[in-house]
Structure formats: structure tokens, C-alpha cells
């Protein structure tokens, strides 16, 4: 760790602002009263966290959340510090300072952590467990849309030379699309149908683990009971959120995830906005997955279909099947209906309620 003596060491910091780098960081101290203490680097692992901030007086610490906050933040309170973990798209002064560098973020971090915390828009960082088992849901899904993605090329190259492959799910398709691939084609091709098995393999060997977290997380049963909601939509909303009692209502969550329209409110200007995509990207793209599900022509009739059907202007036919609608209207119906999910998901894992898929209908028929 490199200090400058000429602020007198850390024994009178209170405040210190680590600004996250891959290999070295940079980190500023302050006292009670604003005036820099300590400056320096430490590297980026945790002997070299230990060396810099471990056997000193507790700090309030503030670092930008990143690739290493996770685990930065926890082996730093671990030595008994007071960690903020900052959110840099909501603090303009980080993000938008057209003069940034490593020092002066760590002196901003320092500093708005002796003003006022909350300025920073602290987040809290899942529990170690939950990191984990997180990792094994977002491969699975980075595996998923790898296969997704050389089947949709196999069949195009296919199709432009005038054939096509039959129709089959992607877990079948190593076994049953090989066979129809054009001689001519086969030593560009077979190559990539390999992989797909390969994949097809690896998401086997995953969907093992996901049986086996459903063991750990026995509050998926009560989100499952949702028709659209799956083992890996259960698992992603509760790794993501972990505790239910973070919130103070369910209406909460949605902000968390992103899932409301941003508002730029001035004077008699309200326009009308795109959701904020704050949060986790990954439960979100989960929760509109099952959204589409709900809305889809598989989806189970219940209040929350029924809902997002007329969102949509899409009504049924005699025959079972639905209109199309606007795909405009449709997409943000489907968003919307994703919103309520995160609402209805939070109310059940709260309470361990029974869900009722027609509550409301039923409300009006009493009434």
C-alpha cells in the first residue's frame, strides 16, 4: 500500500473513498471534519485488502458497485468497517464529471460518505450463497442462448441453399437436424451440431443443480403456484432479492427492478417514458419472460391474463385462439404484466398465501 505522509497516516480517518480498478485501486481518506488524511493503492486481492485496511479503527468506506464490489464489500465489513456500496449511474457527480480520474472519484466517494449516504443510492450485495448459486442460473442462461444462437444459424445456412431442417425442439435438435444437413454442408455444419450437443449436455447438467437449489430455496413452491412461473424464474426473483422484508410494501419492488417508466416531471411537461431498467437486468428479463407466458397462446386463463389481454386490445377467438392486436400495445401490456408479477410474487413469498388466480373475479362477482 503507498500512503502520503504529508497527511499524517490513517489514524485519524474516518471516511475513505475507494474508487475499484481490476488490479490496483485507488483510495482517499478524510477526517470528521473533510480534511484528507491518507492516500494511496491497493491491490486487488484479499491479502492486499487485509494489508490496507485490515487491524485499523472502523471506517465508513465508500466504493462504486463493480465487478469486485461483491466481493470487496463483504471482506471489508468482515474487518469490521462500515461498507457503502455505491450506485454510479444515480450519482451525477461520478458519472457525468467530464474531469475523471481514479483520485478525484475516491475523493467524492470520501467525501459524500461524510455528508450524507445516501446521496450515494447505497445498494446492498447479496449474501455469498446467493452469489453462487446466481452464477449457476445466469451460465445456464448464457448456454441456453449460445445453443439458441448456432441452431438459428445452422438453419439459416441451410435455408439459403435452398433446404431446410424439420421442426424440433433445440434438446433434440443435434440428433434430429444432423441427419438432414446437405452433404455439401456438412463440414461447415457438423462441427457446430457437435457444440449444440455439447451445450445441450451442459444445460442438462445445470437444470441438475437448478432440482437441487429448489431443495435449498423451499419458497419457490409458494412463487411456482403462478402458472408462467418456473423453477428458474422463482429461483432468479428470490437469489435477487433474497429477503422479502427489504421492502416496505410489495409496490416497492417493481422500482427495484426497473420495472416503472422513468418521469421527467417539469413545469406542465410529464411526457410519457420507457421503464428505468434500474436493478438486475437478468430478473427482469426472467419476469417478462414469464409475462409472455401469462399472455401467450399456452398461458393458463386466470385475473392476470385476463388483465393483460385487454391491456393489449387482444380478445378471444370462438375457437381458443386471440386476436393479434397492436404489437406496440402488446409489448407494453406484457411489461406491465411483468410489473404486477414482481408485485404478486413479493405478496406471496411475504405471506405463503395460497395464490387464487381469480380473486378479482370472484371480488366482483360478490359484489
Not at 464489500?73 to 469490521?80: F, K, P, V
Amino acid at each position: 500500500m503507498k500512503k502520503n505522509s504529508s497527511f499524517g497516516g490513517g489514524a485519524r480517518t474516518r471516511f475513505v473513498g475507494l474508487d475499484l480498478a481490476d488490479k490496483s485501486s485507488r483510495f482517499i481518506g478524510i477526517d470528521g471534519r473533510g480534511g484528507q488524511t491518507e492516500e494511496g493503492a491497493v491491490a486487488m486481492t484479499p491479502a492486499g485488502l487485509e494489508r490496507a485496511f485490515g487491524g485499523r479503527q472502523r471506517c465508513r468506506i465508500a466504493l462504486e458497485t463493480g465487478t469486485h464490489s461483491p466481493w470487496v464489500s463483504l471482506a471489508l465489513t468482515e474487518m469490521g468497517h462500515e461498507v457503502i456500496v455505491a450506485n454510479p449511474r444515480q450519482v451525477a457527480l461520478i458519472y457525468r464529471n467530464k474531469r475523471k480520474s481514479d483520485r478525484i472519484d475516491a475523493r467524492l466517494l470520501a467525501r459524500l460518505a461524510r455528508s450524507d449516504p445516501e446521496l450515494l443510492y447505497p445498494i446492498r450485495h447479496r449474501s455469498k450463497q446467493a452469489q453462487i448459486d446466481l452464477a449457476v442460473l445466469r451460465s445456464r442462461d448464457l448456454v441456453v442462448r449460445t445453443r439458441t444462437r448456432l441452431i438459428n444459424h445452422v438453419r439459416s445456412v441451410v435455408k439459403s441453399h435452398g433446404e431446410r431442417l424439420p421442426s424440433c425442439g433445440a434438446d433434440a435438435f443435434a440428433k434430429k437436424g444432423a441427419a438432414f444437413i446437405p452433404a455439401a454442408l456438412k463440414p461447415a455444419l457438423s462441427p457446430l451440431v457437435d457444440q449444440i450437443a455439447g451445450l445441450t449436455a451442459t444445460i442438462k447438467g445445470y437444470d441438475q443443480e437448478i432440482e437441487a437449489m429448489l431443495e435449498r430455496y423451499r419458497e419457490a413452491a409458494v412463487l411456482r403456484q403462478v402458472d408462467g412461473v418456473g423453477p428458474l424464474t422463482a429461483l432468479v426473483y428470490i437469489l435477487t432479492l433474497e429477503d422479502p422484508a427489504r421492502f416496505a410494501t410489495n409496490r416497492d419492488v417493481p422500482a427495484y427492478l426497473g420495472l416503472v417508466p422513468g418521469r421527467k416531471q417539469t413545469g406542465a411537461s410529464d411526457p410519457e417514458m420507457h421503464i428505468t431498467k434500474a436493478g438486475d437486468a437478468f430478473v427482469r428479463k426472467t419476469l417478462v419472460q414469464a409475462a409472455q407466458h401469462v399472455m401467450g397462446r399456452f398461458g393458463a386463463d386466470c385475473d392476470l391474463r385476463r388483465w393483460g389481454l385487454r391491456l393489449a386490445g387482444i380478445s378471444a377467438t370462438p375457437g381458443g385462439g386471440l386476436t393479434k392486436g397492436s404489437k406496440q400495445r402488446k409489448k407494453k401490456a406484457v411489461v406491465a404484466v411483468a410489473r404486477k408479477l414482481a408485485v404478486l410474487l413479493h405478496a406471496l413469498w411475504r405471506t405463503g398465501e395460497v395464490y387464487e388466480p381469480f380473486r378479482q373475479a370472484e371480488k366482483k362477482e360478490a359484489a
